[in-house]
């Protein structure tokens, strides 16, 4: 039980263009997600906080214009980087908390290489 | 802010040598601490967990009590396998759920 996906595992885009990275909780629903950036041979970095049917909070730092993040739904969020460029090349990994429980399960993580 | 510190630099040692990866912590209340394993490419796993003070968290030969005389939390594992090879990150989950994580230390175990 508690696994959690995201899709896709990897992708490359060209600058300037949009990615979209899903996160799913499989077997519960998550009423908050959490979507972290690590860089290489680095901690991971609590990009933003997502609820359920409301706005996502961001970290000091995080442009949130920049990445947009949607939870429509008790079982999936999504992490849109706008406008890629290089830099924003990096793992991105979420993590789901399920309904009555503190416990966080982490995705597999999502490669972005922008080029 | 609550915060983790994990010693620095990665740990390479030999096939059933002692594991041993120190992590301290800092918080205003008494937060529940964990330890996550990263094998390459992958997400985090939970390795194990304790939520107050004394208690022990285990798992697949790792063991890590909660010291809060020393705040600390530090890994053990008496006999290494090659298998163990992996990043290791300290964390600690604050009030609101977030969680707090160490810098990680890579670990390496040499056959």
């Known amino acids: 039980g508690a696994v959690v996906s995201q899709h896709p595992s990897r992708v490359i885009c060209k600058s300037g263009t949009s990615v979209k990275i899903e996160c799913r909780s499989l077997?519960?629903?998550?009423?908050?997600m959490f979507w972290y950036r690590q860089f290489p041979k680095q901690s991971l970095m609590l990009m933003a906080t997502s609820n359920e049917g409301s706005k996502a909070t961001y970290e000091q730092g995080v442009e949130k214009d920049k990445f947009l993040i949607n939870h429509a739904s008790l079982t999936l969020s999504t992490l849109t980087v706008t406008s890629a460029h290089p830099e924003d090349s990096s793992f991105y990994i979420c993590?789901?908390?399920?309904?009555?429980?503190?416990?966080?399960?982490f995705g597999p993580g999502t490669r972005l290489t922008v080029t | 802010g609550d915060s983790v510190t994990q010693m620095e630099g990665p740990v390479t040692l030999s096939e059933e040598a002692f594991l041993t990866i120190n992590c301290t912590y800092t918080a205003t209340g008494y937060p529940s601490l964990f330890w996550y394993v990263q094998y390459p490419g992958e997400g985090l796993q939970l390795l194990l967990k304790a939520t107050k003070a004394d208690d022990k968290g285990s798992n697949k030969g790792f063991e890590a009590t909660y010291r809060k005389e020393t705040t600390s939390f530090h890994l053990e594992k008496g006999s290494v396998q090659v298998s163990d090879s992996a990043v290791y990150f300290c964390a600690l989950r604050e009030g609101n759920n977030r969680l707090a994580f160490g810098k990680g230390n890579q670990v390496v175990v040499i056959p």
């Open positions: 993590s789901a908390v399920g309904t009555g429980t503190k416990e966080q399960y």
């Open positions: 077997d519960f629903q998550a009423t908050t």
